[in-house]
T-cell receptor, first 111, second 117 residues
Framework: KQEVTQIPAALSVPEGENLVLNCSFT??????LQWFRQDPGKGLTSLLL?????REQTSGRLNASLDKSSGRSTLYIAASQPGDSATYLC??????????FGKGTKLTVNP | DTGVSQDPRHKITKRGQNVTFRCDPI?????LYWYRQTLGQGPEFLTY????????KSRLLSDRFSAERPKGSFSTLEIQRTEQGDSAMYLC???????????????FGPGTRLTVT
């Protein structure tokens, strides 16, 4: 059974700082991994999808890496802004169609 | 650009009542998913459809839960005899499979917040 852990659970940083969010998963037999952000009381917004054959994926100030063999992914956010404040969730997808989520990292970027 | 839509956005019901939620996926997407999220937790998978066929159901989906996607477009999730433990955010997502085994990015709707009193 896939289990996903995200560290840290919460993070507070000043505006402009670069930061890294960590995601680890127990079953390395995955096809994809998605990173999402979730604002309070809202649905999920897809940020990046990394295929199992890829090691990195970039979108704007976001860069996600994947080390499938060690069961790890990181989300790097450059030059953080107050608008980046949200909960960030990672979700690997294995042979089943379902995404398995961690509890997320709650990010607060202070002006 | 129409993303995934869900209706209603909020539902308050009394214990024992039945409720039904609707999800409209992105128009050309052939796969549709339901997840449930409780406070402080990540979403948990409930079920998914490919076109009109329900292909996988989680053990979380008790006999009181039923989902349909009658024409391979919108989907409904019904909860019968609601319990307080059913209070959660119910999220719908859709994806498009272009190539077998290819990347299947899931796009989520805004969710339906259910409160059972």
């Amino acid at each position: 059974k896939q289990e996903v852990t995200q560290i840290p659970a919460a993070l507070s940083v000043p505006e402009g700082e670069n930061l890294v969010l960590n995601c680890s998963f127990t079953d390395s037999a995955i096809y994809n991994l998605q990173w999402f952000r979730q604002d309070p009381g809202k649905g999920l917004t897809s940020l990046l999808l990394i295929q199992s054959s890829q090691r990195e994926q970039t979108s704007g100030r976001l860069n996600a890496s994947l080390d499938k063999s060690s069961g790890r992914s990181t989300l790097y956010i450059a030059a953080s802004q107050p608008g980046d404040s949200a909960t960030y969730l990672c979700a690997p997808q294995g042979g089943s169609e379902k995404l398995v989520f961690g509890k997320g990292t709650k990010l607060t970027v202070n002006p | 650009d129409t993303g995934v839509s869900q209706d209603p956005r909020h539902k308050i019901t009394k214990r024992g009542q039945n409720v039904t939620f609707r999800c409209d996926p992105i128009s050309e997407h052939n796969r549709l998913y339901w997840y449930r999220q409780t406070l402080g937790q990540g979403p948990e998978f409930l079920t998914y459809f490919q076109n009109e066929a329900q292909l996988e159901k989680s053990r979380l989906l008790s006999d009181r839960f039923s989902a349909e996607r009658p024409k391979g477009s919108f989907s409904t999730l019904e909860i019968q005899r609601t319990e307080q433990g059913d209070s959660a955010m119910y999220l719908c997502a859709s994806s498009l499979e272009v190539l077998a085994g290819g990347p299947r990015e899931q796009y989520f709707g805004p969710g339906t917040r259910l409160t059972v009193t």
